[in-house]
């Protein structure tokens, strides 16, 4: 039994471990990409010899800014194979800048009069992420809908941070799991307010002829922080058993069936629950 317990703990601890491993590993690649933009939907073959050169010569023109001093790369490529078939969408091109403040102008700029034009085409400006934390802007970016649905204020920042906000109450979301059990808490309520009693204060207040005065904020408000704090740790326990679940199952199982054949011995359950 004891070493059963001993394997469950083991597993759990490095669950941890890799998580706050791959966490650091995500951080220091979108670091090192910080001085990075990607430049999506200039054609094949735009750049001609020097992508260098060439960027430094249309990137004023498009953003309308005067770097002072100018524009310097470290390097800059396109990304795939080369291909010949100019009716396919053109392969993005990543620009390692030599400055971060032009990076960060670039981008800036990029997203208050973004999309440019060259010609014929329409050419973004975004920033360079790491996959996980692509993966992560798009799994938050999913949740739009029930976003503008429950009539919330949203807005991604700061690379995967979806900023929430509801009747002036406002909260970070860094994973989309936490932002789904939030929204999901949503699901059964009016669509216009937290407040399980706002239909009533309105039809209170259309026969008083005017607003209620302010009273206390009612207890039932799915705004509380420990509502929220709770939601927030089931998604971290959710994702902190996520990777090698199956071993971790499987100890769990063996260990349940060894201990109802000793029904002596039934307080020795584990108090870890499987997702």
Known sequence: MGSLETQVTTYRDRDQDLLCLRSKLTDLEDRSRRDNIRLLGIPEHEEGTDIQTFLGSVLPKL?????DPPLEFQRAHRVGPKRSDTSLRPRPIIACLLRHNHARQILQTARKHGPFRIGQHDIRITADYSKNTNERRKALLALRPRLRQLGM???????ARMWVTNNSISKDFYNPDELSLFLDSFQHQPMDSANPDNSQDTARENER??????GPEKEG???HDTDIDQRGRDAERLARLHDDRGQVLHAVAAYTQLSERDESRSHLKPTIVPP
């Open 63 to 67: 953003t309308s800014l005067d770097f």
């Open 153 to 159: 204020k949203y807005g991604l920042f700061d690379h």
């Open 221 to 223: 408000s799915l705004h």
């Open 209 to 214: 002829g005017g607003p209620l005065p302010p």
